[in-house]
């Protein structure tokens, strides 16, 4: 009765799981984790680790994640250890989308011109 990682770890791929595994279960694909079912001893510390609860027992899993109590099995046949030091993929893609700060001319913002704008009169 192993525990299972499922779809919710996809582009995530956090290592915090790795870090509590007593017997190194977890393998690692480009984009997410797996646990091979025949070193897990379902202690289940690695459940409530997960930001983005991708992890059940494979008795306790979603229905439409049933699909990955195969998968962790047979892709972590060849697949690498987890070490815990891979790049977290969620970081890369939540940078992608913090807006870049605009710096405004400091003179400008004291003298309450800047270029371009209409004060609150209505005046440039
Ligand atoms: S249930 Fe325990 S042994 Fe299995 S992968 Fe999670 S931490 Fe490792």
């Given amino acids: 009765m192993p525990h299972v990682v ?8 956090y290592q915090d799981c ?3 595994c007593p017997v190194d279960a977890f393998r690692e694909t ?5 646990i091979d ?13 997960c930001p983005v609860d991708a992890i059940f027992s494979d008795t306790d ?10 998968r962790n099995a047979h892709e972590s046949i060849d697949a690498e250890r987890a070490e815990g030091d891979s790049p977290i993929l969620a970081d890369d893609e939540f940078s992608h989308e913090i807006p870049k700060i605009v710096s405004i001319p400091r003179t400008n913002v004291l003298e309450g011109r800047i270029t371009g704008m209409t004060d609150w009169h209505g005046k440039n």
């Fill in 6 to 13: 499922t779809s919710a770890c996809i582009d995530h791929k």
């Fill in 18 to 20: 790795v870090a509590v």
């Fill in 30 to 34: 480009e984009k997410y984790l797996i």
């Fill in 37 to 49: 079912p025949e070193e897990c001893i379902d202690c289940g510390a690695c459940a409530p680790e």
């Fill in 61 to 70: 899993i979603l229905d439409e994640d049933e699909a990955w109590i195969d």
